[in-house]
């Protein structure tokens, strides 16, 4: 393998993601891909994402499980209101089963009857998509790097840890992890970690730590990082031009 490839928090947006793999000229044979989570919600295709994640996959990429995919699989396994409601409601789902062509009104009758995941098992590529999920990896554990999520829980070994505070720890780990591994994670869009709302590069912390998620669903920024090396490759979200 000539490199490792990062890439994390593509919230549907299919088009740049295959933007910047042609970018980075990724080669499936030559390079070892890790995805790290968030492929869904808020942006305009993620079950197209997820398709091509299950093809990356089938070829030899490693793929995470980012904390909006467990969001998902909670509201669509479940059959509880409020776990739907937060997904479709505050986490961007509703634009998720648009992807699939679907509105959230469809739902509303399996919701009213309590048969939602049976309802569910009955569409089949959102039940398709919802079964990779259901398979992910959490962390990817390297000599040198860890590859994540959110991040780690300074102190407590990876094997110990709640996976869920894997998907979403921010803070805790951004401030307080002294680990002597890099950790490569997304979760948080790096403005937030340079505090600095126009700035989606890649963060570079102090503490050996590496945020990737450059916010791209929210007009920011695309990236994959090359590891060793720590080369960056970006793509940038394309903004509206009006005629003139």
């Known amino acids: 393998m000539n490199r490792i490839l990062a890439i994390s928090d593509i919230h549907g947006e299919l088009e740049l993601f295959e933007?910047?793999?042609m970018a980075a000229n990724y080669d499936a044979a030559q390079d070892q891909l890790f995805l790290l989570g968030d492929y869904i919600d808020r942006g305009?295709?993620?079950?197209?994402?997820?398709n091509l994640v299950s093809e990356l996959r089938a070829m030899g990429a490693r793929v995470l499980l980012g904390n909006h995919e467990a969001i998902m699989l909670k509201a669509c396994r479940s059959g509880h209101l409020k776990p739907w409601n937060h997904w479709v409601g505050l986490c961007g789902g509703d634009a998720t089963l648009a992807s699939y062509g679907y509105q959230v009104a469809d739902f509303e009758e399996a919701i009213r009857n309590n048969t939602l995941p049976a309802f569910i098992q009955t569409l089949p590529k959102l039940e398709e998509h919802l079964q990779l999920?259901?398979?992910?990896?959490?962390?990817?554990?390297?000599?040198?790097?860890?590859?994540v999520h959110g991040g780690v829980v300074p102190g407590v070994a990876l094997a110990e840890t709640d996976p869920m505070q894997l998907l979403w720890i921010r803070e805790e780990?951004?401030?307080g992890y002294q680990g002597d591994k890099?950790?490569?994670?997304?979760?948080?869009p790096t403005y937030r970690?340079?505090?600095?709302?126009?700035?989606?590069n890649v963060y570079f912390g102090e503490n050996h730590i590496i945020g990737i998620d450059g916010g791209a669903v929210?007009?920011?920024?695309?990236?994959?990082?090359?590891?060793?090396?720590?080369?960056?490759?970006?793509v940038d979200k394309k903004k509206p031009t009006s005629d003139e």
């Open 173 to 175: 780990f951004h401030t």
């Open 44 to 50: 305009p295709a993620s079950s197209g994402v997820l």
């Open 193 to 200: 970690l340079h505090q600095n709302p126009t700035n989606y």
């Open 182 to 188: 890099t950790v490569v994670f997304g979760h948080t």
């Open 19 to 21: 933007e910047l793999l």
């Open 133 to 147: 999920i259901e398979t992910l990896e959490i962390y990817i554990e390297l000599e040198d790097a860890i590859f």
């Open 218 to 234: 929210f007009g920011g920024q695309l990236h994959a990082l090359e590891w060793p090396s720590r080369q960056i490759i970006s």
